[in-house]
């Protein structure tokens, strides 16, 4: 039996995967056959984005080597106003692209801001791999989990704010936590 035979027998299903899902981007990245929205490098963390698995979590690992040699060369807290810049510009580009596809509500392949919310969550802990690590997780947690306010930002704020504001929150969820796992550490162990 062939491939082709194969195929033939199941017409209600195609034989290939779609490569347009969701408001002409296919999950894993764009449609090559539509022009590219203004910012596509910065809004995919250069690529991070077009990850077809968990691109929010490949979004934020891309994230991890850039804050680790800014909280080298600066400091922990540089990674706040570091963190404005790609809020700032996800914010713009976002709004354009929002624009243009106006039935998208959050792009998956749109990953700058699980860079800028995880860059708030790493500004409260010192330079170190495991707290790295533990920053990370409880990072993505919070984002993937979304408790209030966070799912509230998610569903109720319109738009580059809505999609912007809920990382933020996550981040400074994770930063609390983070917060009060360091004070524990310090005192009672």
Known sequence: MSLESDRSE?????PYE?????????????????????GLVFLTWFGAGFSYHAPGTVGSLNALPIAAVIAWLAGSH????AAIVPFV???????RYLRTEPNASDPQWIVIDEVVGL????AAVPFNIIWYAIGFGLFRFFDIFKPWPISWADQKVPGALGIMLDDVIAGLYAAAVLIALQHLWANYF
Request: aromatic share 12%; proline share 15%; no cysteine.
């Open 10 to 14: 199941d017409s209600t299903q195609p």
């Open 119 to 122: 860059w708030i969550t790493l």
């Open 78 to 81: 540089a990674l706040i106003p």
């Open 89 to 95: 510009l996800g914010m713009v580009y976002t709004a």
């Open 18 to 38: 779609p490569l347009v899902m969701e408001n002409g981007w296919r999950i894993g990245g764009p449609d090559w056959r539509k022009p590219w929205p203004q």
